[in-house]
């Protein structure tokens, strides 16, 4: 199954999930995002993990990890309006966007490489466990749960 069909299949199902589920707007953001970000966890931690190094051949997982935290983020954007904590929602979108270019320039410099990178691929892999660290705090005052297991986002198994 390609990861894009995989992705539709998610978005599809959260949508459907919000549509009958009670409760609040915010409520309803909360159960449908939550469900999405346990797949991604699971994926981070499975089949996209990074192993024990990150090299070129590590391309094709960071596009994954795009395309499934931007596949996230516009699910969460077209959810109803929450009713409360829009500031504290701005802040976690604004979070997982600066992890996605994060990864973005990432896979980039991977696919770029040259001899001597080292230290540059070792800065921006700081730069991501930063933005990945500061996500989980965005999303517990927003009122997420499982959104904000992002301790492992960018482990390396040693």
Do not use: H
Request: charge should be neutral; hydrophobic fraction near 40%; aromatic fraction near 6%.
């Amino acid at each position: 199954m390609s990861v894009v069909a995989a992705v539709m299949g998610l978005v599809v199902s959260a949508v459907a999930d919000c549509s009958s589920s009670p409760g609040s707007p915010k409520q309803q953001l909360i159960q449908n995002a939550d469900d999405t970000c346990r797949t991604i966890n699971k994926r981070f931690a499975g089949d996209l993990a990074y192993g024990e190094g990150l090299g070129a051949g590590d391309t094709s997982k960071l596009r994954e990890r795009v395309a499934l935290l931007k596949t996230l983020r516009d699910q969460v954007r077209k959810m109803p309006e929450p009713e409360a904590g829009r500031a504290e929602l701005d802040s976690w979108l604004d979070k997982v966007g600066d992890y996605i270019t994060g990864l973005d320039d990432l896979r980039g410099q991977l696919q770029n490489y040259r001899t001597g990178m080292d230290l540059v691929l070792a800065l921006q892999m700081g730069v991501n466990e930063d933005a990945a660290k500061a996500i989980g705090p965005a999303a517990r005052r927003f009122g997420f749960g499982e959104r904000a297991k992002t301790q492992k986002w960018e482990y390396l198994a040693s």
